[in-house]
């Protein structure tokens, strides 16, 4: 059965860095794409960047020069680095992975898996 487990949220003042993990484990030769959503509280989930099977990659404009994704196939582990984190930024973060390509899966609004979050709060 396929599980995403998150970690490495927490608090951090403006400008600061924080770095988000994401370990799949199930049949990750299924996960096409794989990437994070975040929600904060009153707003839309947000997709924030992707990564596909050929380690193309997509990013939310608002974070585009600040976060980074990236995976390690070998540990089976998505990353976020998040740089020059800003109040706005402050939400619920999501590891998601679908079997379609991220063309495809984002295009879908909705993804096949899912994590259970791991909260990001930056102060300013």
């Known amino acids: 059965q396929a599980q995403l487990v998150e970690s490495g949220g927490g608090s951090v003042q403006a400008g600061g860095s924080l770095r988000l993990s994401c370990v799949a484990s199930?049949?990750?030769?299924?996960?096409?794409?794989m990437g994070w959503f975040r929600q904060a509280p009153g707003k839309e989930r947000e997709g924030v960047a992707f990564?596909?099977?050929?380690?193309?990659?997509t990013y939310a404009d608002s974070v585009k020069g600040r976060f980074t994704i990236s995976k390690d196939n070998a540990k089976n582990t998505l990353y976020l680095h998040m740089n020059s984190l800003k109040p706005e930024d402050t939400a619920m973060y999501y590891c998601?992975?679908?079997?379609?390509?991220?063309?495809?899966?984002?295009?879908?609004?909705?993804?096949?898996?899912w994590g259970q979050g791991t909260q990001v709060t930056v102060s300013s």
């Open positions: 998601a992975a679908d079997p379609e390509s991220c063309k495809v899966a984002i295009s879908k609004a909705d993804f096949g898996y």
């Open positions: 199930g049949y990750t030769a299924s996960y096409s794409c």
């Open positions: 990564v596909d099977s050929d380690v193309s990659t």
